[in-house]
Nanobody, 124 residues
């Protein structure tokens, strides 16, 4: 089992920045590719970003490419999502996810563990 706890969400104005953190516990963090999904009311869950076990090969949704950066610190068992130039359409609950594989993926069903999520609200 891997437990994931997100933090860092909140309310920010359009154009602002937030940094989400995901603290992992349980099994060896570096055995897992990590990622972020988001979901807003009335919309399907959407892939945001993922990263390999070593911190390389980041993969991003087109909608966030160039604005968001995913990273991880295996020594701290923590993954991050730096979000810049935020837009109102980025408003959603952001969930941290872990997949028992080395390389990143955008496929929902490959992520075995999910955090509870943290709310991000971007005002216009």
């Amino acid at each position: 089992q891997v437990q994931l706890v997100e933090s860092g969400g909140g309310l920010v104005q359009a154009g602002g920045s937030l940094r989400l953190s995901c603290a992992a516990s349980g099994r060896t963090f570096s055995n897992y590719a990590m990622g972020w999904f988001r979901q807003s009311p009335g919309k399907e869950r959407e892939f945001v970003a993922s990263i390999s076990w070593s911190g390389g090969s980041p993969d991003y949704a087109d909608s966030v490419k160039g604005r968001f950066t995913i990273s991880r610190d295996n020594a701290k068992n923590t993954a991050y999502l730096q979000m810049n130039s935020l837009k109102p359409e980025d408003t959603a609950v952001y969930s941290c996810v872990a997949a028992p594989r080395s390389y990143p993926t955008s496929k929902f069903n490959e992520f075995r563990y999910w955090g509870q999520g943290t709310q991000v609200t971007v005002s216009s």
